[in-house]
């Protein structure tokens, strides 16, 4: 039982199977393009936050809000979508969380150690991070995410195709992989593999 809740919790930790499983649900996503020369340079840390983002999560409209900036600390919300109301707070982009409230129903915090730094994003880098954690009902746990840049690649958005980096990061319980635009300095897709569920989020962003 505690298992399963365990993996609950940590299925809603947003601001997503080892390699074999990623390998499988890359090759079903037509959108795609791992053959394509891509030539990247590297992409340092956006100066800013995103603010928003607008988009699809599993062909359903989803939007997202940042609410406040305490240095390196990000507030964000989502303001649209079956998780409407769920806000986080973290260091941004592959980080986890380090506190939720009303996330799929579960409100918590973590602690987390950074060991490297991913930035700027090229090919090869990478980072980890070294979790503990504790839910509103008094359930722990502990894992690691391993972070690293896998790729540099092509991915469909709508009628366009843009070059991005494709950074992937292994937990106990997920696999997330975020696919970074350098051009437009966000994250244009984001997927979010559970290891035993299967695929659980595919956010695709709606680009102006």
């Known amino acids: 039982m505690q298992q399963s809740k365990t993996q609950r919790l940590i299925r809603t930790l947003v601001p997503a199977a080892a390699g074999l499983v990623l390998g499988a649900c890359a090759m079903t996503d037509e959108s795609i393009d791992r053959q394509a020369a891509v030539d990247l340079a590297p992409m340092p ?32 919300a989502i303001t649209e979508g079956p998780d409407r109301g769920c806000e986080w707070t973290g260091h941004g982009w592959f980080a986890p969380a380090t506190a939720w409230r009303d996330c799929g129903g579960s409100t918590g915090t973590q602690e987390i150690v950074r060991h490297g730094d991913i930035w700027p994003l090229r090919v090869g880098s990478g980072e980890s991070y070294a979790v503990s954690g504790k839910d509103a009902a008094g359930e722990r746990w502990q894992t690691t995410r391993e972070c690293k840049v896998e790729a540099a690649v092509s991915v469909a958005i709508g009628e366009q ?48």
């Open 45 to 76: 840390r956006p100066a800013e936050p995103l603010a928003q983002s607008r988009g699809t999560n599993k062909g359903k409209p989803e939007a997202m809000r940042l609410l406040s900036v305490d240095g390196a600390r990000l507030t964000y």
């Open 161 to 208: 195709r843009l070059p991005v980096y494709e950074v992937v990061c292994r937990d106990s319980w997920n696999t997330r992989t975020w696919y970074v635009s350098p051009l437009l300095q966000q994250a244009v897709k984001f997927r979010r593999w559970h290891h035993r569920r299967g695929l659980e989020s595919d956010f695709v962003a709606t680009l102006n």
